[in-house]
C-alpha cells in the first residue's frame, strides 16, 4: 500500500510498513509504469528521511495515475514535513476526495488544520463534523449498568499511549491515583505488544485482571468488550492523534464517554459527552465550538515533575553578557508567523540569541525552513543556535541556558510549556481563540503569572521585552517557580478529587436523564 505517516509530526494512526528500500528501487526498475510501486518507493525514502526523492517518486507515481488516492496522501506529507501546509491541505483533500473513507488521512487533515494560523474555530469544527459523518456508525447499545448513585464506578481509559510518552505523562497523574471507594479503573491498550516498555508494565500492574490488551481488535469488537465490562464513563485519551479509537467511542459503548487529557480539542463526535477542559481554554462563550458539553476542571491537564529533573540554575543571562531566548517545541508547531513574531522579539532585546532544540532538527529540510524563515525576517544567522535530539534529561537540562522561552504560535506549548516552567524559565506566550492556541496561557493563569499572556503581537514583543529587562527580578521569579506550581491547581490530589467528583456527577446526570 505505500501508507506512511510522518514519525513526530502528525500523531496519527500509522502503518509499520518496514519496506526495504533497495527493493522498492528494483520493483520501479522492473515496473516503471507501475503507479503503485512508485508510491510505495515514497514511503521509503519517507522511512529513510529522503524527502527530495520521496517528492520525486510520489509525482511519478501522480504522473502515472493522477486518481490514487494513497499518492496524493503520501505526497500531502512530504509537503508538510517542508512546510508548505496550504499544499499539504489540498493534496489531503484531494486524497478525500478520491477516497472519503481514508480515515487516517481525514485525522492528519484535522490535525494539520490546527497547525496553521489561518484556521478558525468554526473550520476547525466543521473538519471534525465530517470526519464523525464520514464513519457512517450508529450507536447500537443498551445500557443496563447498576443505577447504585454510590457505588464504585467503572472508568474505562481506552489510549494506545500506556507507555513513556509526552500524552500518558499528561494522563498519568491522575488514572493512576483514583480512590478505589470511587473508582474502578479499566485500562484498554491499543499499543503494540512490540512498543511496550517499563511504564506499561506500572500501567499493567495498577489495574491487574482489569487490563485489556485490544490492539488487535476491530472497532466494533473493542465496543463488544467494553460493554461486556458494563464500563459506566469511557474517557478517550487519544482524539484524533495516534492510536484513536473514535469509531468504537461512535458506537457508544458505555452510557457516559468523554474526551480528555490525550488532545485538548473536541472530537466532533457527538457520542462522547464530555470533554475535560478549563475556562481558559475553552471558555463558555466557545461552547459552539464543540459538541461535546464542556466540564471544567482547575487546569485543562495536570502536572506531575519527575524526579529525576534536574535543580532550577540561575539566569543565564547572569553567567553571559547576553538574553537566550528559547523554544523546544517541534518546529512542525513553527510556522512564519511565529518566525516573523520572534525576530521582532529579538530586533527589540539586541543582546539577545535564540536557543531552538528538537529532534526534527536533525532533518536538514526541517532545519532550513526555521533558520531561513530567521535569517528573511532579518534575525542575524549568529543569533541562532539549533539543537537535535538528547536522551530525556538533556533536553530538559537545555533550559539552565534559557532565560525565557517563547512560545509557538497557533499551537501552543503543552508538556513542553510545563517542563520549561518547572526549570524555572517563565513563557511568552499569545492567546488565540482556539484551544491548541490557548494550552500556555492556561498553565500561566493557573500559576498566577497572567502577565506573561499577550492578546496581540505587539502585546508579545513588549511581554519579552519586558521579562528580561531585569535580570535580577527574573532570577527571583525563577529561584520561586516550583514553589508556585506545587501550590497551584496543577499538582496535588486536589485535581484527581475534582476529576473523580466530576465523574459521579456525570453518573448522577445519567440517572436522572439529563
Not at 487516517?104 to 496553521?116: E, P
Not at 457512517?136 to 464506578?153: A, G, I
Not at 533550559?399 to 510545563?418: K, M, N, Q, R, W
Request: contains cysteine; aromatic residues 10%; hydrophobic residues 40%.
Amino acid at each position: 500500500m505505500g501508507l506512511y505517516l510522518p514519525r513526530g509530526s502528525v500523531p496519527m494512526p500509522r502503518t509499520i510498513v518496514g519496506l526495504d528500500l533497495e527493493v522498492c528501487e528494483r520493483v520501479v526498475r522492473e515496473q516503471p509504469e507501475n503507479a503503485n510501486e512508485w508510491n510505495t518507493l515514497c514511503a521509503a525514502y519517507m522511512e529513510h528521511e529522503r524527502w527530495g526523492d520521496a517528492r520525486e517518486a510520489v509525482d511519478h507515481a501522480l504522473t502515472l495515475d493522477p486518481e490514487l488516492p494513497i499518492a496524493w496522501f503520501n505526497s500531502a506529507n512530504c509537503a508538510q514535513m517542508c512546510g508548505q501546509y496550504d499544499l499539504a491541505v489540498t493534496h489531503y483533500r484531494k486524497a478525500l476526495e478520491l477516497d472519503p473513507g481514508f480515515h487516517a488521512c481525514r485525522g492528519n487533515l484535522i490535525f494539520l488544520l490546527d497547525l496553521m494560523a489561518s484556521t478558525t474555530p468554526e473550520q476547525a469544527l466543521a473538519e471534525r463534523l465530517t470526519y464523525r459523518s464520514a464513519l457512517w456508525e450508529k450507536p447500537s447499545f443498551e445500557h443496563v449498568n447498576t443505577r447504585d448513585r454510590d457505588r464504585p464506578l467503572r472508568v474505562g481509559y481506552v489510549s494506545a499511549q500506556f507507555k513513556l510518552h509526552s500524552a500518558s505523562r499528561c494522563f498519568s497523574p491522575v488514572i493512576t491515583e483514583h480512590d478505589p471507594s470511587q473508582i474502578t479503573p479499566y485500562f484498554y491498550c491499543t499499543l503494540l505488544p512490540a512498543q511496550f516498555d517499563d511504564v506499561t508494565d506500572q500501567y499493567r500492574n495498577y489495574v491487574n485482571e482489569h487490563w485489556r490488551q485490544v490492539h488487535d481488535l476491530t472497532s466494533g469488537a473493542l465496543a463488544d468488550l467494553i460493554h461486556e465490562d458494563e464500563i459506566d464513563i469511557l474517557v478517550d485519551l487519544a482524539g484524533h492523534t495516534e492510536g484513536g479509537r473514535l469509531r468504537t467511542f461512535c458506537m457508544k459503548p458505555a452510557p457516559i464517554q468523554v474526551t480528555a487529557w490525550g488532545y485538548i480539542t473536541g472530537t466532533g463526535c457527538p457520542e462522547l459527552d464530555y470533554i475535560f477542559t478549563d475556562p481558559i481554554v475553552a471558555p463558555p462563550e466557545y461552547a459552539s465550538h464543540y459538541v461535546e458539553r464542556l466540564e471544567y476542571l482547575p487546569c485543562v491537564v495536570p502536572f506531575e515533575p519527575q524526579d529525576w529533573m534536574p535543580p532550577v540554575e540561575r539566569p543565564p543571562s547572569l553567567r553571559q553578557s547576553f538574553i537566550t531566548f528559547g523554544c523546544l517545541n517541534r518546529p512542525s508547531k513553527i510556522g512564519q508567523e511565529t518566525l516573523d513574531l520572534w525576530s521582532r522579539v529579538l530586533a527589540r532585546v539586541p543582546t539577545s540569541r535564540l536557543l531552538l532544540k528538537s529532534d526534527e532538527y536533525e532533518r536538514p529540510t526541517v532545519l532550513d525552513r526555521i533558520v531561513q524563515g530567521l535569517v528573511q525576517a532579518g534575525v542575524d544567522r549568529g543569533r541562532i543556535g539549533v539543537l537535535g535530539g538528547s536522551p530525556t534529561l538533556q533536553h530538559i537540562a537545555v533550559y539552565e541556558g534559557i532565560d525565557v522561552i517563547l512560545d509557538p504560535f497557533p499551537h501552543s506549548g503543552g508538556l513542553t510549556a510545563l517542563e520549561g516552567l518547572w526549570q524555572g524559565a517563565p513563557i511568552v506566550t499569545l492567546i488565540g481563540p482556539r484551544p491548541v492556541e490557548r494550552l500556555a496561557s492556561s498553565f500561566l493563569s493557573t500559576i498566577g503569572l497572567p502577565e506573561f499572556i499577550a492578546k496581540t503581537p505587539d502585546e508579545y514583543v513588549e511581554i519579552a521585552a519586558k521579562a528580561v529587562s531585569d535580570v535580577q527580578r527574573l532570577a527571583r521569579l525563577r529561584a520561586t517557580m516550583r514553589e508556585r506550581i506545587r501550590k497551584s491547581a496543577l499538582m496535588g490530589r486536589h485535581y484527581v478529587d475534582a476529576v473523580e467528583s466530576s465523574y459521579r456527577q456525570m453518573f448522577l446526570r445519567w440517572l436522572g436523564g439529563d
